[in-house]
């Protein structure tokens, strides 16, 4: 299959997950890795979450298991993936969709949210930025001075990594980590 793809002008390959001399999973990679202009379609009587997932990180751009794919939806498929669109078939979509749900409800906030904390003072601090206050309205606010309101400020920027106060209080709002 590689060296075909190698000496002919491919725009999609229908793929199996299970073939005699590499897994599906590793043709999509080695594809996608060598070939990035080809799009990958996999045709599979597996629909096991973990075959689902791994072919979509592989780079499979559609997912249809045999059991319930007509001609009609194959043809639909690989319109639809050549034309740069991904397509999964309605069974395979609704166990991505409940994947996707599952996460999002484990994870209140963003992963790097999670694993980096704030204290009292740092999220007071945050929101009161949040509000639009400035620097000396923080300080006289909280009863400290302005260098230590400064300092925790920085304590913040450095912890996520922000390039500005304007990216700090972006990040503070779409990840809920004050009220505003």
């Known amino acids: 299959m590689l060296s075909f793809l190698k000496k002919n002008k491919v725009d999609i390959v229908v ?6 001399d590499m897994s599906g999973i590793e043709l999509t990679e ?5 070939f990035p202009d080809v799009k990958v379609l996999i045709l599979s009587m597996y629909t096991n979450e ?10 499979a751009k559609g997912y249809l298991p045999k059991h319930d794919s007509t001609s009609e939806v194959l043809i639909q498929a690989i319109y639809t993936v050549a034309g740069g669109e991904e397509f999964y078939s309605p069974s395979i979509s609704k166990i991505v969709l409940k994947r996707y749900i599952e996460n999002a409800k484990n994870s209140g906030f963003s992963d790097i949210s999670k694993k ?3 204290t009292l003072r740092e999220k ?5 930025y949040v509000e639009g206050h400035t620097n000396n309205e923080i300080a ?3 009863n400290i001075s302005t260098h230590t309101v400064k ?6 920027m450095l912890k ?3 390039k500005s106060t304007v990216e700090m209080i972006k990040f503070a709002l779409r990840n809920k980590i004050v009220e505003w």
Do not use: R, V
Not at 151 to 156: A, D, G, L, R, S
């Open 30 to 34: 080695k594809i996608t890795t060598d």
């Open 140 to 142: 006289h606010t909280l």
């Open 151 to 156: 300092t925790h400020k920085n304590n913040i």
């Open 15 to 20: 793929a199996d997950l299970s073939m005699p």
């Open 124 to 128: 007071q601090i945050l929101k009161l």
């Open 160 to 162: 996520f990594n922000f």
């Open 50 to 59: 973990d075959y689902i997932f791994n072919a979509i990180k592989a780079g």
């Open 116 to 118: 980096i904390q704030l």
